[in-house]
T-cell receptor, first 109, second 116 residues
């Protein structure tokens, strides 16, 4: 069983809509959670980190964490075509990050 | 400031050749990680250094893979006798430390290795 699960998509939303990306993880002891954005042919870029239950907002991005449900999500408000990318959920286990397979997001103009 | 740099960006190797991939982390970053990313998948952990000490190499897929960071800065990932299944993007990441916000990992551009 993969330790970090994401819907692979593709997820398509119209420009200006809210995109909702979800992630579940198996290690109850995990304490640190990250969202990376990866454009095609590029390397992952850190966009959000979250360590405590609840919401964390940064500009158009909101990360949500529920440790009891072992669930992390990323909301992107006012989605733009430039947000079209693969979004990777990462969970710190031991020292390294364990990644999901990513959700491909397409924002339609 | 400068981010993580990797070289070469692209490498084509014939099956059986040895390759060396270089990573130059962000200045002052203590921790350095190597990941392997196959097409359509998330990065998979290979190995981790804290300064010059290799503290975890549990992700290295075989004894053909070897990594070093002799002076606690630049790191080299070496793959001996390359096989076709080694074809992937090799990503290097660094972080300031292991605690709290300083744990955030920043990735280099990657080296795309193709074994023919």
């Amino acid at each position: 069983q993969k330790e970090v699960e994401q819907n692979s998509g593709p997820l398509s939303v119209p420009e200006g809509a809210i995109a909702s990306l979800n992630c579940t993880y198996s290690d109850r002891g995990s304490q640190s959670f990250f969202w990376y954005r990866q454009y095609s042919g590029k390397s992952p870029e850190l966009i959000m980190s979250i360590y405590s239950n609840g919401d964390k907002e940064d500009g158009r991005f909101t990360a949500q964490l529920n440790k009891a449900s072992q669930y992390v999500s990323l909301l992107i408000r006012d989605s733009q075509p430039s947000d079209s990318a693969t979004y990777l959920c990462a969970v710190k286990s031991a020292r390294q990050l364990t990644f999901g397979s990513g959700t491909q997001l397409t924002v339609l103009p | 400031g400068a981010g993580v740099s990797q070289s070469p960006r692209y490498k084509v190797a014939k099956r059986g050749q040895d390759v060396a991939l270089r990573c130059d982390p962000i200045s002052g970053h203590v921790s350095l990680f190597w990941y392997q990313q196959a097409l359509g998948q998330g990065p998979e952990f290979l190995t981790y250094f804290q300064n010059e000490a290799q503290l975890d190499k549990s992700g290295l897929p075989s004894d053909r893979f070897f990594a070093e960071r002799p002076e606690g800065s630049v790191s080299t990932l070496k793959i001996q006798r390359t096989q076709q299944e080694d074809s992937a993007v090799y990503l290097c990441a660094s972080s300031l430390a292991q605690v709290g916000l300083a744990y955030e990992q920043y990735f280099g551009p990657g080296t795309r290795l193709t074994v023919t």
